[in-house]
Nanobody, 116 residues
Framework: EVQLQASGGGLVQTGGSLRLPCATSGFVFDDYAIAWFRQAPGKQREGVSSIRISNGDIYYTDTVKGRFIISRDNVRRIVYLQMNSLKPEDTAVYYC?????????WGQGTQVTVSS
């Protein structure tokens, strides 16, 4: 069974940092890309960053480039999203995702709130 568990969210002031781990199980870790999405109240879910485990190819949406860093721990099967220089507009529920055999699997989400 594919499982993803996101954690690490919280309340932080503008300019602060958080690190979100996504723990995974139930699939061959090296074969897929893991992505982080976020959804703010009243807005659509948007892709934030992704990493292809096998070769380390990385994507960032423009609004987080230079501030967020995605990385992976192949042994522990965890993907991290390091979020620096946080802004109020980063406030959202953050989800990790893997697409396997055409199906999307999601973690339960972790709330990030950035106060101004």
């Amino acid at each position: 069974e594919v499982q993803l568990q996101a954690s690490g969210g919280g309340l932080v002031q503008t300019g602060g940092s958080l690190r979100l781990p996504c723990a995974t199980s139930g699939f061959v870790f090296d074969d897929y890309a893991i992505a982080w999405f976020r959804q703010a109240p009243g807005k659509q879910r948007e892709g934030v960053s992704s990493i292809r485990i096998s070769n380390g190819d990385i994507y960032y949406t423009d609004t987080v480039k230079g501030r967020f860093i995605i990385s992976r721990d192949n042994v522990r099967r965890i993907v991290y999203l390091q979020m620096n220089s946080l802004k109020p507009e980063d406030t959202a529920v953050y989800y990790c995702n893997v697409r396997r055999d055409g199906n999307d699997y999601w973690g339960q989400g972790t709330q990030v709130t950035v106060s101004s």
